[in-house]
């Protein structure tokens, strides 16, 4: 997770990096959750009151998104697309995207509970994306975005909230350090399965 308000990006001079793609819930949705049935939104006032326009773009944020915020600090572009966007411009999808879904989490049982997209299914739209980027800059300059790109991961938090604390099921079955266990296996398997996309 990234905490915006202490975290420093300092990105040498002659290094540039061609997309950001990020996977995760709120911190980085870019507005996926407006595109399936689900009460995890943020496409409605007060949200975006701060946002060009005054627009709310299902960024649970009155402005940018950390998503944006970093992929402006390192110069990728000012604002990040939600991949289920069906306007996102060619150039848009080659500069990265985020798959990241409003209320997800590492455990199952949390995006189930709250409709959002689960962390392997981020991963096979990732896998459809990347397919996508053949078709346009073909299958060498895929290579190299996705060699060089920043990868954004945050989640976690809404298995505690949503999940292990408010709902009795993973409550019965672990205490908070086995539960803690299980999430860094999902994370670790999440961390795997990408790989084989490369
Ligand atoms: C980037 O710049 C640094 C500092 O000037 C230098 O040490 C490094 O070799 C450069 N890297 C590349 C890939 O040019
Ligand atoms: C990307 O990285 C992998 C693993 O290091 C490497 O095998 C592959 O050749 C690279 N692709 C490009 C296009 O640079």
Redesign the pocket.
């Known amino acids: 997770m990234v905490n915006c308000g202490v975290a420093t990006f300092i990105m040498p001079d002659n290094v540039t990096v061609p997309a950001l793609i990020a996977f995760g819930d709120s911190i980085l949705d870019q507005g996926n959750n407006n595109y399936f049935p689900t009460f995890i939104r943020a496409n409605f006032p007060p949200y975006g009151m701060n946002f060009l326009g005054a627009r709310a773009t299902g960024r649970f944020t009155n402005a940018k998104t950390p998503t944006d915020l970093i992929a402006e600090k390192i110069k990728v572009k000012e604002y990040v697309p939600a991949y289920l966007n069906p306007f996102i411009q060619d150039q848009d999808m080659i500069t990265g995207v985020s798959f990241a879904s409003g209320a997800t989490g590492l455990d199952p049982l949390t995006s189930r509970i709250n409709s959002a997209i689960p962390m392997m299914d981020q991963l096979q739209m990732f896998s459809n994306y990347i397919r996508k980027l053949h078709v346009l800059v073909g299958k060498?300059?895929t290579?190299?975005i996705?060699?060089n790109s920043l990868f954004l991961v945050a989640t976690g938090s809404d298995d505690f909230v949503d999940n292990y604390f408010t709902y009795p099921i993973r409550k019965v079955q672990y205490d908070i350090p086995s539960y803690c266990n299980y999430l860094i296996s999902k994370a670790s398997t999440f961390v795997k399965i990408s790989k084989i996309w490369?």
């Open positions: 060498v300059e290579g190299n996705l060699n490369f």
